[in-house]
């Protein structure tokens, strides 16, 4: 006879799958009735929790975070010098090495090959015989004497030369590099951003460097997108990983680049988002180029909110933000318009998926300064036709979807952004 | 960030599992960027605040990078381990705590912070329902979140609780009726 638990599991299951109903599996088992009622119903009712996302700050904060953690608790002897051993010679098992040892090869290899070697090597590239050289000089650099500002700069150089490093592999077709030179574009990422972090900690000006982080990934961005394009399928995940990559540090220094500089947060954030935008354009027909920089225009204008909101946590006035924002939504909705007309059809919902969250955005932002007796910038009138009727059917949809009491924070993303560590 | 949606992901996932249990942290690297969300909104479930989850989260994903090599692929994939983890994390925080009067605080109290997106589908059954999950106890509140709404198979929730899929099925039944009678007695 079967067991009870597994009535119950299977009942359940049969009910899930649409294949019962709860009266049918009554009706099967009349004796285990009363018992098998009430835990059924319950079952049930369980259903997945909320749909509730971190937010985009705090994913890119732990993530760094994280990064630091490991590396820091990694012994220091794990130079990335020593990870491309496997194009000189394979290594059968992993040795440590103290930094001493790790100096003097390096000191002994330019001696054997002369002084002209250091200065050689700096062009090399993944693959290269004289890689491995390059980049343990730049390990070098960073033992040099300086703050941790000093050092966030250096670690931001390499990260452009990775970025250098891969656009020029994607020109001279050597894409089975690609991906070293991504792990260097992490490692350098990370370090600059774990150096702000300690700079910030012991109270030294961040400003101007988180600000040439947030201006350099999105270069960055720019350099990989056209990269994507060109490499062929087998490198193109590669790619899509330096992109992430680039995002997460763009991300992490806007968020603290808002708590210096609000204003200029927003403005560089904005011509972040226009980037996004060109890319969309010059993209048209391609779908899934123009879903992915619709996904990071989107991610970019939810950051948008957080960033006033970073700033009203601080106490600063987000008067001049939420205006400059309004103002640069109107433009991209008219943009956004222009683009739907052009798209091919599977690529219509996308967009105005991205229209339809930038209204709901701009009408709750233009009712806020409006209640502080600013006027912005309406949205611009969309044309009678499928355009309009779908965008506001999607209008409808969302407003349901992020319906909240009054008395709730809105939008998508987390409202408190306490910066803890 | 974007979820990779290739068919290859499973295969994905396991070569970067192979490679951060070699200590690859770019690899865990990219397993934070898969499975963050996820913890962090089944933290979030049990805990019933931002802050306290946030502060998890970060601590799940380091505690499994220094246990890595500890994970094996049995029945269960990556993201069941990253739950136990979580679950673990999850008891611990309560425990800390001292006073299980703050678990029913925490749930009773701010039911609009259960879900700031979603509050007009927070019906009063489900807060009931939440709130008398989380009164369970470890494994029995285990069975029932990662059965039904994380959705993972028996196998995988037995080999993650390191128990027989038969004990499994035993610890979800005594769940539902205690969930019964919290709830029943919830109405009297």
């Known amino acids: 006879m ?55 700050s705090f994913k890119v904060k732990a993530r760094v975070w994280l990064m630091d953690q490991i590396h820091e ?101 050597r894409p089975q590099y690609l991906s070293l030179a991504v792990e260097g574009y992490d490692d350098a990422l990370n370090m600059t951003l774990a150096r702000i972090e300690r700079a910030g900690d012991k109270g030294l000006a961040t400003g101007n460097i988180t600000a040439r982080v947030a201006e350099a990934t999105t270069k960055h961005l720019s350099v990989l997108d056209t990269v994507y394009d060109m490499v062929p399928p087998e490198a193109k995940e590669a790619v899509a990983h330096a992109r992430n990559l680039s995002e997460t540090g763009y991300f992490h220094a ?11 947060a927003a403005e560089m954030n904005l011509a972040a988002m226009e980037g996004r935008l060109n890319r969309v354009r010059a993209r048209v027909g391609d779908v899934e180029a123009v879903e992915i920089a619709l996904q990071q225009f989107e991610a970019m204008a939810e950051f948008s909110e957080e960033i006033s909101q970073i700033a009203q946590a601080i106490g600063l006035n987000i008067t001049k933000v939420e205006e400059l924002v309004a103002e640069a939504t109107s433009i991209h909705l008219e943009v956004l318009a222009d683009v739907w007309e052009r798209m091919p059809e599977q690529a219509k919902p996308a967009i105005e998926r991205t229209m339809a969250n930038l209204q709901i955005r701009h009408q709750r932002r233009v009712q806020a300064l409006e209640q502080r007796g600013i006027k912005a910038p309406t949205a611009p009138d969309i044309q009678p036709g499928q355009l309009r009727e779908r965008l506001e059917k999607r209008i409808r949809e969302q407003q349901m979807e992020w319906s909240v009491p009054d008395d709730v924070p809105q939008g998508q993303g987390q409202t408190c952004l306490a910066y803890r560590r | 960030m974007y979820q990779n949606n290739s068919e290859g992901q499973a295969l ?64 269960s994939p990556f993201i069941a381990w990253l739950m136990t983890i979580s679950h673990n994390l999850v008891v611990d925080f309560y425990r800390a705590k001292k006073d299980k009067a703050y678990l029913e605080a925490e749930a009773l109290a701010d039911d609009s912070s259960l879900s700031p997106e979603r509050a007009t589908e927070a019906s009063f059954e489900q807060q009931s329902l939440r709130r008398a999950i989380l009164q369970l106890g470890g494994d029995e509140q285990q069975v029932v979140i990662l059965r039904f709404m994380e959705g993972f198979e028996f196998a995988e929730i037995a080999s993650v609780l390191k128990k027989k899929e038969g004990n499994v099925r035993v610890i979800l039944h005594r769940a539902l009726v205690k969930l019964r009678n919290i709830l029943e007695k919830e109405r009297k």
């Open chain 1, 73 to 173: 608790r990694q012994p220091v002897t794990k130079w990335p010098w020593f990870r491309y051993n496997s194009q000189v010679k394979s290594i059968p098992y992993r040795r440590r090495f103290s930094m001493a040892s790790i100096i003097l090869v390096i000191v002994l290899a330019l001696s054997a090959l002369g002084g002209g070697a250091a200065y050689a090597a700096q062009d090399s590239l993944p693959g290269d015989a004289l890689y491995p050289v390059k980049l343990g000089t730049e390990q070098m650099r960073m033992m040099l004497p300086g703050d941790d500002v000093v050092k966030a700069e250096r670690a931001l150089s390499f990260a452009e030369r990775r970025v250098g490093e891969i656009e020029a592999m994607a020109e001279k077709e």
């Open chain 1, 2 to 56: 079967k067991k009870f638990e597994d009535i119950l599991v299977q009942c359940i299951e049969d009910i899930k799958a649409g294949r019962s109903s709860i009266e049918d599996c009554l009706d099967r088992y009349p004796s285990m009735r009363e018992q098998l009622e009430p835990l059924l119903r319950i079952a049930l009712e369980i259903r997945e929790p909320p749909d509730v996302k971190p937010s985009s």
């Open chain 1, 254 to 264: 806007m968020a603290a680049l808002a708590k210096n500089n609000t204003v200029r």
């Open chain 2, 12 to 75: 994905d996932e396991a070569m970067l599992v192979q490679k951060a249990i070699g200590d690859d942290a770019n690899a865990f690297g990219r397993l934070y960027d898969m499975h963050v969300d996820r913890v962090y909104r089944h933290i979030y479930y049990r805990v019933g605040n931002e802050a306290d989850a946030e502060d998890l989260t970060q601590q799940v994903f380091l505690n499994a990078w220094q246990a890595i090599g500890r994970y094996k692929k049995m029945a």
